[in-house]
């Protein structure tokens, strides 16, 4: 669902308010979580999972596990954290950018 943007209520000289232009619902949806918030469940769901496989990866060497299950549970740990490597690159290419930017 659309919702207005803070500091954006006319734009472009427009006569109505941003929020005038869409029909509101009854009870607009809750937002949710912020980014940083988001970035660090991200950050923690990738920590479990590597401590899976670890823990995972142990129990296989004991016999306790087959090993599909050990494969599967390194596979998982190494995709999240694969992800969370791109997600940091990301970031870190973005702050770069942002400060070679001109003032």
């Known amino acids: 669902m659309l919702t207005a943007i803070p500091g954006?209520?006319?734009?472009g000289g427009a006569a109505k308010p941003f929020e005038a232009a869409f029909a509101q619902p009854a009870?607009?949806?809750s937002i949710g979580q912020s980014f940083t918030d988001a970035l660090g469940d991200t950050a923690m769901a990738t920590?479990?999972?590597l401590q899976n496989?670890?823990?995972?990866?142990f129990k296989?060497?004991?016999g306790g596990l087959e090993t599909r299950e050990?494969?599967?549970a390194v596979m998982s740990a190494e995709q999240s954290l694969q992800a969370a490597i791109a997600?940091?690159?990301k970031i870190v290419s973005s702050?770069?950018?942002i400060s070679r930017m001109q003032i």
Do not use: F, H
Not at 8 to 11: A, I, K, S, T
Not at 53 to 57: C, G, M, N, R, V
């Open 47 to 49: 920590i479990g999972k």
């Open 8 to 11: 954006l209520q006319n734009v």
């Open 87 to 89: 997600i940091r690159d």
């Open 95 to 97: 702050y770069l950018e």
């Open 27 to 29: 009870q607009a949806p």
């Open 53 to 57: 496989a670890e823990q995972a990866s």
């Open 70 to 72: 050990v494969v599967d």
């Open 60 to 62: 296989g060497m004991q």
